[in-house]
Structures are given as C-alpha cells and as structure tokens.
C-alpha cells in the first residue's frame, strides 16, 4: 500500500503482538518499524488527506477529525496494555519508511531517556465539577415566592449570590486538597486548564483537571484515594478517568505533526 507514513508512538521493542482486528487510522493496521533499540508504530495514510496543506484543511472537518483522534487513541490505548509507549502527536506522518527512521535516528537519545521515565508507569485524569444547579421538580416544590417589593429582590438575589460563593469557594478548597492528596501518591502531576463545558460536553462548572504519573503496579490504591472522596463533597463531582499512556508527562521529546511529509 503507497501513503505517507502515520506514526503513533514510539516505544521499546515488545513480544506481545498487537490486536489483530486493531485498524489504525484511514483503516490501516498498524504496524512496527524498528530502529536500533526503538520500534515505531506507524500505519499507511493517504497523501490527499494527510500532506500538510489537505491536513490542515481537514482541521476545520470536526467530525473527520473525530474519526482520525479516535483511531489514533485506538492504537495509543492497545499499545499501552502491551508495553509503555511514547504518543505522538495527532497528525505526524512522515514521507516514507526512511523518514520515520531518520526521525528516531535523530531523537533516539531523548526517545529512551523519555521511555525509562514513563516506563511501567500509566496517567489518570481527575476532574472537579461544580454542579450545575438543579432544577426543582415542579410537581414536588411549591412555586418561588415573588418578592414583595424592590428590597425583597435584592434580598434574594445576595442570598442567592452568597449561596454560589460559598459552593464555589468550598470546590476550590476540596480541589486544592484532592489535588495535595493524589499528588502524594504519584510520582508527577500535571495542572491542566479547566475544561471548556460547551466543547467537553460535561455538565457544571470544570475546578481541577490534572493528570498523574503513577506506577502501574500502584494504580489500584491511586483509584480507592479518588473514589473515597467522590460523596464528600455535596455539589461536586469528581470525574476519574484512564488508565492512559502518558501524554501529559511526554515532555517536549513528542514529535509534531507534518514533520517529514
């Protein structure tokens, strides 16, 4: 098959073999290139939607885009329960089997320096939510009071106000706690920007969005930490999620996209 090279990960070499149904993206099964002490796991893409120009029009196609990251995440996700993989970037194709080679030749001493750090170790994701309001039922609930006057109003409205200032700021001492306790039971932490709730889809107000390197073989305590606390809180959801191979923790050894091509 002719294309351009799309490159997943980078990783050790492995014995366990891939899923054999797995399909990469545009339907290629991926497959392992090796080079000196590092394999990459790269499928065939077609030129027409992966050269730069074309790719870079598709970034506009959000639900081509959602095909490609899923089929990307497919291969991430496989290759983690075999082995401790390098992700690379959405997007990174390269011209032709050389052109991977060539890459790993380039970055082989950052590749392995990376790959002993993040080696037999996953990342969680956790989320802090403030709850949106609910809404009453009105079958259940009498109808709100009208206020009797201008003074009533404000009244209520400060009650109101006060009432989400107070949850607001009881979320962002419950995230800053979490976050010292998880953070105690992994071996890094990264503090990523809250969540924006019209893109994510999630409901409620996102506080904390951090990932965790933590050791495989400590994962099952790291997950009993987080769910001990997920009825603690009354109006806020804490969301866990993984485990993922490490992209937080990749650092700046991650090849960017359209790099050979």
């Given at each position: 098959m ?7 990960a ?13 399909a ?5 099964p991926p497959r392992?290139?090796t ?16 050269a730069?120009?074309p790719?870079?029009a ?23 329960t ?5 992700p690379?970037?959405?997007g990174?194709?390269f011209?032709?089997d ?13 590749f ?8 037999g170790?996953?990342e ?6 403030v709850?949106?309001?609910?809404t009453p039922?009105p ?11 201008g ?5 209520q ?17 419950f ?8 953070s105690g039971?992994?071996?890094?932490s990264?503090l ?13 107000r996102n506080?904390?969005?951090a ?5 495989r073989?400590e ?6 930490t ?5 009825d603690?809180?009354p109006?806020?959801r804490v969301?866990?999620?993984g ?5 937080s923790f990749a650092g ?10």
């Amino acid at each position: 098959m002719t294309g351009l090279r799309y490159v997943y990960a980078v990783c050790r070499p492995f014995g366990a073999p891939l899923q054999a149904q797995l399909a990469g993206v545009a339907g290629d099964p991926p497959r392992v290139l090796t080079h000196h002490g590092l394999v990459a796991v790269v499928s065939h893409v077609p030129e027409a939607d992966f050269a730069e120009e074309p790719f870079r029009a598709h970034l506009e196609d959000l639900d081509w885009l959602t095909t490609v990251a899923r089929a990307h995440q497919g291969v991430i996700d496989a290759l983690t329960t075999v082995t401790t993989p390098l992700p690379l970037r959405l997007g990174t194709v390269f011209r032709d089997d050389s052109g991977v080679r060539t890459m790993m030749e380039a970055r082989e001493e950052s590749f392995l320096r990376t790959l002993d750090r993040l080696d037999g170790r996953v990342e969680w994701g956790v989320k802090v939510f403030v709850e949106a309001e609910q809404t009453p039922d009105p079958a259940a609930a009498p109808p709100p009071r009208k206020p009797a006057s201008g003074r009533d109003y404000l009244r209520q409205r400060r009650r109101e106000t006060k009432s989400h200032d107070d949850l607001w700021q009881r979320a962002e001492a419950f995230s800053t706690h979490l976050h010292e306790t998880l953070s105690g039971c992994a071996e890094d932490s990264r503090l990523h920007a809250p969540q924006n709730p019209t893109l994510s889809g999630a409901s409620g107000r996102n506080v904390l969005n951090a990932a965790y390197l933590v050791p495989r073989a400590e994962s099952e305590k790291f997950v009993e930490t987080v769910e001990r606390t997920r009825d603690g809180a009354p109006g806020i959801r804490v969301e866990l999620t993984g485990p993922w191979a490490a992209y937080s923790f990749a650092g700046d050894e991650s090849v960017t996209g359209e790099e050979g091509a």
